[in-house]
């Protein structure tokens, strides 16, 4: 005998969920949103170095003359601008990239946890002594 | 969830050269670009005279530091891009194309650096 209970109908469909619609610029409404997406940001003049360098390398090979023309077009003042802006993102890259690693990893010596402070500290050590090493090799002439 | 297997395999093969190209990024950009954007072109700097600059790029250690630091964080800005225009401004539709044009150009970079380096003298 049939069930006289009526039958649910199921279908693929359910009820909308209600979502709150997010602002295209929901990341200039706190700092800290802000922040992130500067860090994020970063990358681009991170891609932007990487250009430069190449074209460094590429005029290099050229020859001197083309080298030549290629650190005086180094010296136009937009550029400066932009490598200027670009220098504070690639810092402002790397200090919040230390600060991760220490949330990132976790270091146990002899069983006990190394406190985050000590892994961002040597990164930021290792930081200093690696930038001078770069900066002495390529200003030393 | 809706990730066809494919995409399960790059996934961590991409973060790895993520996080692998923040850490390059991270020590080494920020000295270069201080010395070959700003010291040099104002002056702060003497300019190295071209063959002792040809002659360092010349060798081979040089060149492969060179490559890393060329490779790398194009992969690391590729995927920061990539899902800020994903999360950031919520262009959710067109994550393939953006994800293969950030990533492609990395490759694309990556090649470039690769080509440039090999054939250098």
């Known amino acids: ?141 | 969830m809706e990730a066809k297997p494919s995409q399960l395999r790059l996934e961590p093969l991409l973060w790895i050269l993520f996080s692998a190209g923040g850490v390059v990024a991270a020590f080494l950009i920020p000295a270069h670009l201080f010395v070959q954007g700003l010291a040099i072109p104002l002056g702060w700097s003497k300019t190295t005279d071209y063959e002792t600059a040809k002659a360092f790029v010349a060798h081979p250690l040089v060149r492969l530091y060179l490559f890393v630091l060329c490779s790398v964080p194009l992969f690391h800005a590729a995927h920061r891009i990539r899902y800020t225009l994903y999360d950031g401004l919520q262009i959710k539709h067109l994550n393939e194309v953006i994800a293969v044009c950030s990533y492609g150009g990395a490759v694309v970079g990556t090649l470039v650096a690769a080509h440039l380096l090999w054939s250098f003298r």
């Not at chain 1, 700092?31 to 990487?50: D, G, N, P, Q």
């Not at chain 1, 003359?65 to 504070?88: E, G, R």
């Open chain 1, 1 to 141: 005998m049939k069930s006289t209970a009526p039958v649910p109908a199921y279908t693929l469909n359910h009820p909308r969920w209600y979502r709150k619609r997010v602002s295209t610029y929901w990341w200039l409404q706190r700092w800290e949103y802000l922040r992130f997406v500067l860090r994020e940001i970063s990358s681009v003049f991170i891609a932007y170095f990487v250009v430069l360098m190449l074209f460094e390398v590429y005029f290099l090979a050229r020859g001197p003359q083309a080298y030549a023309d290629f650190q005086d077009l180094l010296k136009n003042p937009l550029i400066i601008a932009l490598n200027f802006v670009s220098f504070f993102f690639v810092v402002f890259h790397s200090i919040t990239w230390f600060n991760l690693s220490a949330r990132a990893m976790t270091v146990r010596v002899a069983g006990k946890r190394v406190p985050g402070f000590l892994i961002s500290g040597s990164n930021f050590a290792a930081w200093v002594v690696i930038s001078t090493v770069i900066v002495w090799f390529l200003m030393r002439g």
